[in-house]
């Protein structure tokens, strides 16, 4: 079937990913394509939410959308548009103001995007996704070259989750603070050298932030 996109339909378009800054994990196109992402969109003339939804890729039309559903541009005034990966995170609007919660989960990418007073268009809204977390990763090197160093336990202190807010792009800490067990392996410890770094496991995401880094 032919590709059909109203006259003022709100519609997404995304190239994935375009500020590598923070995070391990790429949030390709390809991955937004296949999950979609969450978009909560804000009437600007009266802070009124016209929908906080999944939107999913529609192969067709090659636009996001509300499956099943069509939505437009006020007739007057702006939109502004606030997204998330993954898919399933919420996204809290209250008074106009658009804020997401987040709990501590190091093996997940998190990345969202604010296009702000948005006027009618007939094209895709581009969401240019970011990173909203940090990366950790974890080096070590041995200081004695007559001593085998193994690694066998990585803790992680004081991670948490937290509040992050849209307008300004800042993180606030929960105060629940939490302790995440990167690594645990008596019997199959990480062998240290001490020519050069040695990487221990994979990469991890937390909210910004001090933590505190245990290995045994």
């Not at 437009?72 to 998330?84: E, I, L, M, N, R």
């Not at 007939?122 to 080096?139: I, P």
């Not at 690594?183 to 505190?212: Q, R, W």
């Amino acid at each position: 079937p032919e590709a059909f996109i109203a006259d003022g339909e709100i519609i997404f378009g995304s190239r994935g990913v375009v500020m590598e800054t923070k995070a391990f994990t790429e949030t390709t196109n390809d991955i937004l394509k296949a999950k979609g992402f969450m978009v909560a969109t804000v009437i600007d003339a009266d802070n009124s939410v016209m929908f906080n939804k999944a939107v999913t890729y529609n192969s067709t039309d090659e636009v996001y959308r509300v499956p099943g559903s069509h939505y437009y541009y006020p007739a007057t005034g702006t939109v502004s548009f606030y997204g998330v990966y993954p898919e399933t995170q919420a996204i809290t609007v209250a008074s106009g103001v658009a804020t997401l919660s987040y709990s501590q989960n190091a093996d997940t990418d998190l990345v969202g995007v604010a296009v702000k007073n948005a006027a009618k268009k007939s094209t895709a809204v581009l969401m240019d996704f970011a990173h909203l977390l940090s990366q950790v990763t974890v080096q070590c090197k041995g200081g004695d070259a007559n001593v085998d160093f193994k690694v066998t336990s990585i803790k992680i202190k004081n991670a948490e989750g937290g509040t992050y807010a849209y307008a300004d792009d800042s993180w606030t800490r929960s105060t629940t603070l939490k302790e995440y067990v990167y690594l645990n392996s008596t019997t199959t410890p990480t062998a240290v050298a001490t020519s050069a770094m040695t990487s221990v496991g994979s990469a991890m995401s937390f909210v910004p932030g001090d933590i505190d880094l245990i290995i045994a």
